[in-house]
């Protein structure tokens, strides 16, 4: 690791990003914060430990960062990271007891990384309706920071969901036991096939989804795709198009054995065969027991034990992410 770090719904495909806005009382412009999403459709897969990992690791390249803690109602991003819990939170932002997210975000005592914490004790902020999470997916587009990462509830509430799709770069954490994978490919065919509803709706073809010409019902997407452009090859070639753009990169956490190491490929392989798109396996995280020692203290991980394997394991899959996201911004 490089030098020691410093203590950062669908959405319509057509959907636009807000006009750049004033920071305020500084008079410049605010940045538009590309958005990482760390999802996994079960818990206890180590999603906060990625992405805290992720934004310490951007922060100490100077890349001013924010984390949120979308796990509404369930949140704990806040431990991760070795703060206590704010006395404001995501709670009050839905609630309307403040109108901008930026009045509750709080520093982590990390330099170039803040925080915004997840709904600690409200249920109905547990589960916003749709103006309420439209409201905040604009205010997450517009925050002024390099990146904004965000921690995923478990399962696959569509709610959950549609913060997975706005994401600029998708992470999917997985680790080696059964029900961990068929929760993660549960959760990530979720949202491909949302994200592939909507993109048929714009197209005006949506209703090919359904069923398939002869009448029976379609074995995966990937045939959904094949029998779109068997019908229309150019709208077929366009949506295809669309949904290359779902990449998620998959990270596999707590590998103990060499077969654990392999699993991301094998994954990334079978979804290649069933959606007919690609997975980046973003790296392996080996099981270590510096993470628990590091909870134990109250300490985020990179920087209790940034010398040991996991924590090496995750800036790696930090650069890599933002490699990621600087080669998809550079495509035309």
């Known amino acids: ?29 605010a940045r538009h914060g590309r958005i990482i999403a760390v ?16 934004g310490i690791e951007l922060a100490g390249q100077g890349r001013r960062s924010v984390l949120v803690d979308c796990d509404l109602g369930g949140a704990n991003l806040h431990t991760s990271l070795g703060v206590l819990p704010p006395k404001q939170t995501l709670s009050d932002f839905v609630s309307h007891r403040v109108e ?36 905040l997916i604009r205010q997450l587009h517009s925050m002024d920071a390099d990146f904004v990462i965000l921690d995923l509830a478990a399962g696959t509430q569509k709610n959950t969901l549609d913060f997975f799709l706005l994401a600029d770069q998708k992470v999917l954490v997985v680790v080696p036991e059964h029900s961990a994978v068929e929760n993660a490919h549960r ?3 979720a949202a491909f096939m949302r994200r592939l509803r909507a993109v048929c709706t714009v197209f005006g073809v949506a209703h090919l989804l359904d069923s398939s010409p002869d009448g029976g019902t ?30 998620p990169g998959l990270v596999v956490n707590q590998a103990r054995t060499p077969e654990d190491a ?16 690609a997975m ?15 909870a134990r203290e109250r300490r985020p991980l990179l920087l209790a034990h940034p010398h040991g394997r996991a924590a090496l394991s995750l800036a790696h899959i930090a650069s890599r992410v933002q490699a990621a996201d600087a080669a998809a911004r550079a495509q035309p």
């Open 218 to 247: 379609f074995r995966g997407p990937s045939e959904i795709l094949d029998s779109i452009q068997g019908i229309d090859e150019e709208t077929g070639r366009q949506i295809q198009e669309q949904m290359e753009a779902f990449r």
């Open 280 to 294: 980046d396996v973003l790296g392996t995280v080996e099981h270590d027991d510096d993470v628990w020692r590091a």
């Open 1 to 29: 690791m490089a030098g020691p770090r410093q203590l950062r719904l669908v959405v319509p495909p057509t959907a636009e990003r807000p006009e750049p806005r004033r920071s305020p009382g500084t008079g410049r412009v």
């Open 100 to 135: 901008r997210i930026e009045d509750v975000v709080v520093p982590t005592g990390i330099p170039n990384l803040s925080l915004v914490s997840g709904a600690l004790d409200e249920l109905d902020a547990a589960n916003p309706h749709h103006g309420q999470k439209m409201r």
């Open 39 to 54: 999802g996994g459709g079960k818990g206890g897969v180590g999603k906060s430990l990625v992405a805290a990992s992720i």
């Open 187 to 189: 959760f990530v065919k």
């Open 262 to 277: 392999e699993l991301g490929r094998g994954i990334a392989a079978a979804w290649r065969r069933y959606f007919g798109v």
